[in-house]
């Protein structure tokens, strides 16, 4: 068993590792939905693309208790137009960006874990 998990967590290091950087990024919040399109140019990460589409008033509600996409066909609808006016509407790997009120982190004292 003990050699199991370790073969696992090691296959799962190394799937985390070797994954390539992501190239869109992917921000969320109230009044808008945001895309950016990154490239590889000389070794180099630049901004190759761009945009930001407004979403209606309660689209989108950050929330710790309730769901934050309220509307998720308005939601669909400004992702799909900021991603192609950012040149990145063939998708990829993405980071997703969420505003501070939608995540909650706990810091714990390592007597305490």
């Known amino acids: ?3 199991a998990l370790t073969k696992a967590l ?3 290091c190394r799937f985390w590792l ?4 992501p190239l869109l990024g992917v921000e969320i ?6 895309v950016v399109r990154g ?4 070794g180099r990460c630049v901004l190759a693309g761009a945009a930001s ?8 509600v ?4 309730e769901p934050n996409i309220v509307d998720s066909a308005a939601v669909g ?9 950012a040149g990145a509407a063939d998708g990829g790997i993405a980071t997703l960006v969420l505003p501070d009120p939608a995540v909650r982190v706990a810091a714990f004292g390592a007597a305490d874990v």
């Open 77 to 85: 609808r400004a992702l799909r137009v900021a991603a192609e006016r």
């Open 62 to 65: 950050p929330s710790l208790s």
């Open 53 to 60: 589409v407004e979403l209606p008033v309660g689209a989108v």
């Open 29 to 34: 919040r109230a009044g808008f939905v945001g």
């Open 1 to 3: 068993m003990k050699r």
């Open 39 to 42: 490239r590889r140019e000389k």
């Open 18 to 21: 070797d994954s390539p950087t």
């Open 10 to 12: 090691g296959a799962l």
